[in-house]
């Protein structure tokens, strides 16, 4: 059950990601005030969140819950429009099809990738068990967002959705099968 604070913490985020929605959208002489109050709003909402679950888990799970907030009202307002041509790019076109698999490798792949690649650098990593799992903490969101970044540039999310489906193939591999865990 969520509990009061953590209500709080989302329900900050919500008003957050709709005030800086509004302040983009709408060149208002408000705008700019919207749009100040809606990272006011986000910070809020992280503030909130690391006191409930503290520092490592709340910063998580808050971007977690805000880019899923966010996706709503992106799918809300998904309308289709014919594919644009990029004629600067050779003529290459945009098409929802592109979208969604570009949407899914840097999405749900990369971040299964990424998990399955921070396991198996923490297995492999010397050092102390402590260290390893700070290291873990902070590398697992630094290559998801690298590599999201990574592909988002792309043209041909193709390629690395079958990268990362191999990524998490031979890491699954050596985390599930590999002889290194023998108790």
């Known amino acids: 059950m969520l509990s009061s604070q953590a209500a709080l913490s989302l329900i900050l985020g919500a008003a957050g990601l709709g005030a800086l929605r509004l302040g983009w959208r709408k060149k208002t002489p408000g705008s700019r005030t919207t749009v100040v109050l809606g990272w006011i709003l986000l910070g809020t909402c992280l503030a909130t969140a690391v006191q409930y679950w503290g520092a490592e ?73 402590i260290n390893r799992m700070a290291w873990a903490a902070v590398g697992f969101p630094s290559l998801w967002g690298l590599l999201m970044y990574l592909i988002c540039t792309q043209r041909q999310p193709v390629r690395y959705a079958l990268i990362c489906t191999a990524l998490i193939i031979a890491c699954s591999l050596y985390l599930y099968l590999g002889t290194s865990h023998a108790a």
């Open 57 to 129: 888990f709340g910063l998580s799970y808050s971007l977690a819950a805000l880019g899923l907030l966010a996706l709503i009202p992106i799918t809300a307002n998904y309308e289709y429009k014919p594919p644009k041509v990029d004629h600067s790019a050779g003529g290459l076109s945009s098409t929802p099809g592109h979208r969604w698999l570009t949407f899914l490798a840097a999405g749900p792949l990369a971040g299964i990738a990424c998990c399955q690649l921070t396991l198996t650098l923490v297995d492999l990593a010397p050092g102390s068990e």
